[in-house]
């Protein structure tokens, strides 16, 4: 079966960078848009970035535009998110899900795939 996992998570202090991959394994049976959501204690899960297949359309959380960059390589089944200029608010679990469809989706429920989340904590 398909499955995404998240890696990349980490302590860092306000004003650092961090970079999240999530790679997908098993078999695709056909295109498909990705998004990185979050979700922090005693707080609803929240979209934070998605990607189309062919990363033509990309779409951002109004709270991290500018300082996060999704990116893709197909070749390698693999979705990254580059997170610059780190907040405390930013602290979170991340996770990566996967639809069957070549379009990204700011709804989670458009997902059908999700990861085990990997952990950030920003400190001030």
């Known amino acids: 079966q398909v499955q995404v996992v998240e890696s990349g998570g980490g302590l860092v202090q306000a004003g650092d960078s961090l970079r999240l991959s999530c790679a997908a394994s098993g078999r695709m049976f056909s295109s498909y848009g990705m998004g990185w959501f979050r979700q922090a204690p005693g707080k609803e899960r929240e979209f934070v970035a998605a990607?189309?297949?062919?990363?033509?359309?990309?779409y951002y959380a109004d709270s991290v535009k500018g300082r996060f960059t999704i990116s893709r390589d197909n070749a390698k089944n693999t979705v990254y998110l580059q997170m610059n200029t780190l907040k405390p608010e930013d602290t979170a679990v991340y996770y990566c899900?996967?639809?069957?469809?070549?379009?990204?989706?700011?709804?989670?429920?458009?997902?059908?795939?999700w990861g085990q989340g990997t952990q950030v904590t920003v400190s001030s």
């Open positions: 990607i189309s297949w062919t990363g033509r359309s990309t």
């Open positions: 899900a996967a639809r069957y469809s070549q379009f990204g989706s700011t709804w989670g429920n458009d997902y059908d795939v």
